[in-house]
């Protein structure tokens, strides 16, 4: 009776030691997934808003660089811009580092 009650017990950890694990990985997915909905998807949108922005730009628009310059658009290149920052002043910046577009905020 003794071996009995030792393989029952032994058989009882074992399916608590399952079932701890199982819960431990649907924990685990759970914060991937809470991760994914609250800051890997909208930095994705972020990104993809940006890119759409900057395929977009034309000559006129006002923007702003990463490093602060305003200007205006005066030549629209592939992967290259010419910035109007004052008059008969113009800069070439990357695609890249123009961050915002202020046409429809100043006046």
């Given amino acids: 009776m003794n071996m009995l ?3 029952l017990q ?4 074992g399916q608590a030691a399952q079932s701890a694990n199982f819960t431990f990985f649907i924990m685990i997915i759970l914060i991937f997934v809470i991760m994914w909905i609250f800051m890997i998807r909208p930095q994705k949108k972020q990104q993809k808003e940006l890119e759409n922005f900057r395929n977009s730009l034309k ?3 006002k923007v702003v660089t990463v490093g602060g310059i305003h200007g205006t ?3 629209v290149k592939e992967t290259m ?8 002043v113009k800069i070439l910046v990357d695609k890249a580092s123009v961050v915002k577009d202020f046409s429809d905020t100043q006046k």
Avoid: R, S, Y
């Avoid at 032994?10 to 950890?13: F, I, K, S």
């Avoid at 811009?81 to 008059?87: A, G, K, M, T």
């Fill in 59 to 61: 000559k006129g628009d």
């Fill in 73 to 75: 658009v005066a030549e």
């Fill in 5 to 7: 009650t030792m393989f």
């Fill in 81 to 88: 811009l010419f910035l109007e920052i004052d008059q008969n």
């Fill in 10 to 13: 032994a058989g009882a950890t």
